[in-house]
């Protein structure tokens, strides 16, 4: 896939030269670093997920609390008495799990966090990427923050501040 990949860029750069396309780039996690709004979003994202964290490990002390305390007495403890605290530990344990699927797997609730704070400004951030294009007439812009990694690019070319200032943000240093 890569190698189908780097011939398309290939092939997007020799038709470049051929058709006299315009190319650009823009840098999307530098953009996304001088939004307030991005960081304030990242800010909370990352509180909660602490915060879950914890109440995760907890869990998990909790848990290894209950098996030390299991195995000290394990041996003056009836049979059914040893079923039923097993199967508290076995509880404990099925709970810690689903507690993590529920706030860190794959549509878990750090993700719908994620979506609700981060998208609508990484839309924002497209949509004036795709307004700056069109009026300085480029055809192509790559993201150099993204997967595709070019190991030049020429400053002339950069177009972050152009979207930054298209967004109504200071683009000079602070």
């Not at 823009?26 to 304030?40: L, R």
């Not at 998208?119 to 993201?143: G, N, S, W």
């Not at 595709?148 to 400053?155: D, E, G, K, S």
């Amino acid at each position: 896939m890569k190698k189908v990949f780097a011939l398309f860029i290939a092939l997007c750069f020799a038709g470049s030269f051929a058709f006299a396309q315009r190319m650009g780039y823009v840098d999307t996690e530098y953009i996304m670093g001088k939004i307030p709004e991005y960081e304030a979003a990242q800010e909370e994202i990352d509180r909660v997920s602490q915060k879950w964290q914890e109440e995760l490990e907890a869990m998990y002390q909790d848990i290894e609390r209950m098996y030390n305390e299991y195995q000290q007495g394990e041996v003056l403890m009836p049979e059914d008495l040893r079923r039923e605290k097993q199967e508290e530990i076995f509880q404990a344990e099925r709970d810690a799990k689903e507690y993590r699927e529920k706030k860190f797997g794959y549509n878990g609730e750090l993700f719908a966090l994620q979506e609700s704070k981060i998208k609508p400004i990484q839309e924002k951030v497209f949509k004036a990427v795709e307004t700056v294009a069109k009026r300085k007439k480029y055809d192509f812009v790559y993201d150099k923050a993204g997967e595709v990694t070019w190991l030049y690019t020429n400053a002339a070319y950069d177009l972050s501040d152009l979207v930054l200032e298209e967004l109504g943000y200071d683009t000079r240093e602070n």
